[in-house]
T-cell receptor, first 114, second 107 residues
Framework: DAGVIQSPRHEVTEMGQEVTLRCKPISGHDYLFWYRQTMMRGLELLIYFNNNVPIDDSGMPEDRFSAKMPNASFSTLKIQPSEPRDSAVYFC????????????FGSGTRLTVV | GIQVEQSPPDLILQEGANSTLRCNFSDSVNNLQWFHQNPWGQLINLFYIPSGTKQNGRLSATTVATERYSLLYISSSQTTDSGVYFCAVTSYDKVIFGPGTSLSVIP
């Protein structure tokens, strides 16, 4: 398996623009997680899905952020409109089991909003 | 929600030295994992260790679930061990990360 695949690897956008980050989980993994990493706040869990259904989105910072998982092989995290404080590395991870044995991260997307 | 603490926050070692990193958590958990984030930002799973002790080469980990802590041992450290070490707990389905220990191994 190719692992968890995220795209793009780097994104630079202007304030106010819409940004869409993409994630393809490992086939057969029923859980998908989105994280944001910054120096100040560390690794924050934004939202996670089980069988394509959002289970907990309490970490989503505000209404400008939204996440979808239309099928088992694809998820998106959208920021609209983007702001400079959204600059961070966004990671996607997937897991095959509820206890998260086999938990695997993607390589991340480094987002810079100018 | 559950709280995860790690100590020390920063650590500098001479190559060849040994070290112990600690993770404390505030409530019962389903699972605990240790991750290493290398200087290029990649997060790699080191151990899946809800309880007991495991070893993998120069690294070993021990979790005492009843006392809500886990330890990661690094022996004979190498410069390639540099990076950030995260402890992550699973509470129900959620995976919550600690703040990490930043390790620098100098030649």
């Amino acid at each position: 398996d190719a692992g968890v695949i995220q795209s793009p690897r780097h994104e630079v956008t202007e304030m106010g623009q819409e940004v869409t980050l993409r994630c393809k989980p490992i086939s057969g993994h029923d859980y998908l997680f989105w994280y944001r990493q910054t120096m100040m706040r560390g690794l924050e869990l934004l939202i996670y899905f089980n069988n394509n259904v959002p289970i907990d989105d309490s970490g989503m910072p505000e209404d400008r952020f939204s996440a979808k998982m239309p099928n088992a092989s694809f998820s998106t995290l959208k920021i609209q409109p983007s702001e400079p404080r959204d600059s961070a590395v966004y990671f996607c991870a997937s897991s095959p089991r509820r206890d998260n044995y086999g938990y695997t991260f993607g390589s991340g997307t480094r987002l810079t909003v100018v | 929600g559950i709280q995860v603490e790690q100590s020390p926050p920063d650590l500098i070692l001479q190559e060849g030295a040994n070290s112990t990193l600690r993770c404390n958590f505030s409530d019962s958990v389903n699972n605990l994992q240790w991750f290493h984030q290398n200087p290029w930002g990649q997060l790699i799973n080191l151990f899946y260790i809800p309880s007991g002790t495991k070893q993998n080469g120069r690294l070993s980990a021990t979790t005492v679930a009843t006392e809500r802590y886990s330890l990661l041992y690094i022996s004979s450290s190498q410069t390639t061990d540099s990076g950030v070490y995260f402890c992550a707990v699973t509470s129900y389905d959620k995976v919550i990360f600690g703040p990490g220990t930043s390790l620098s191994v100098i030649p």
